[in-house]
């Protein structure tokens, strides 16, 4: 019984660590190192997250933004094209999402599906790092 219930308890733990998807760990760098301002334009490099219940996946696409809100979204396919997300999109307020440090608010469309947009390349670079050195006994 003991190892039972310690097995289930693991697996809900890996299952939850697995379902944050990619955004987790970007809101963690963009947290850490900051952003670039999304100015207005089409991005060809953002990944989307979607958000179904329990499950959560990362796709790579495209992003355009106008007056600072996001206000279409592309879908890029294993083959280097791209589709779009054919169908009102909105933050869960019903008005156009904004972005706040890389990262649009939590979306959602027609379908009900759930997504945020990361915009990858507006993450600032890492700081600079002084190089250590070790002992003698590395020369």
Same mark, same amino acid.
């Given at each position: 019984m003991k190892r039972t219930l310690l097995l289930l308890f693991f697996s809900f733990m890996v299952t939850g660590a697995f379902s944050q998807g990619c955004l987790g760990a970007w809101k963690e760098a963009f947290k850490k190192r900051g952003a670039y301002t999304v100015a207005d334009d089409m991005h060809r490099k953002v990944y989307i997250q979607f958000d179904e219940g329990p499950d959560a996946y990362c796709v790579s696409g495209k992003a355009r933004v106008e007056n600072g809100k996001v206000v279409?979204?592309?879908l890029q396919f294993e083959d280097g094209t791209y589709e779009l997300m054919d169908m009102k999109i909105s933050n869960m307020q019903g008005q156009p999402a904004s972005i706040e440090n890389g990262i649009?608010? #939590?979306?959602?469309?027609e379908q009900g599906e759930v997504f945020w947009v990361i915009f990858v390349e507006k993450l #600032?670079? #890492?700081? #600079?790092?002084y190089k250590t050195v070790g002992g003698p006994d590395d020369i």
């Open positions: 279409s979204v592309f649009s608010e #939590k979306m959602r469309n #600032k670079p #890492k700081q #600079k790092e």
